[in-house]
């Protein structure tokens, strides 16, 4: 089985997709003047986008691993995921703070999906 790379830079690519399942990378916002709620839903926007893209959606997610500077930031990226998320379809999900590669970035997201049959 072939190994389809997606947005492919020198250091990663934005996604990859194996034997019907999908990979992101961890997914950040571009405007990181943004608050917590502001770039959580841009996060969750690009995450939309990518899944389109390798015919997925947020209905078949199997993982997600998010990332927040501060534990401050919980209820407000929470409020932004509970809005988005497909309910009777949460995928199992983990949230951990972490030290960010860049220092405005208040959450990164990386998730794993199915694609449709």
């Known amino acids: 089985m072939a190994v389809i790379r997606y ?14 399942t999908v ?9 990181d003047d943004q608050d917590i709620t502001g770039q ?15 015919n997925s959606d947020k209905s078949l997610l199997l993982s997600v691993q998010i990332y927040i500077s501060d534990m401050a930031h919980f209820a ?11 309910q ?3 995928p199992p999900r983990a949230t951990v703070e ?3 590669a860049n220092p405005k970035c208040l959450v990164e997201i990386v998730v794993i ?3 449709r049959s």
Do not use: C, F, P
């Open 98 to 100: 972490a030290k960010l």
């Open 76 to 86: 407000g990226m929470n409020a932004e995921w509970d809005a988005w998320v497909a």
């Open 40 to 54: 959580t839903r841009e996060v969750l926007g690009h995450i939309d986008r990518l899944l389109a893209e390798a």
């Open 7 to 20: 947005h492919v830079g020198k250091r990663l690519s934005e996604m990859a997709v194996h034997n019907g």
């Open 23 to 31: 990979y992101l990378a961890g997914q950040i916002a571009e405007d």
């Open 88 to 90: 009777g379809d949460t």
């Open 113 to 115: 999906a199915a694609q």
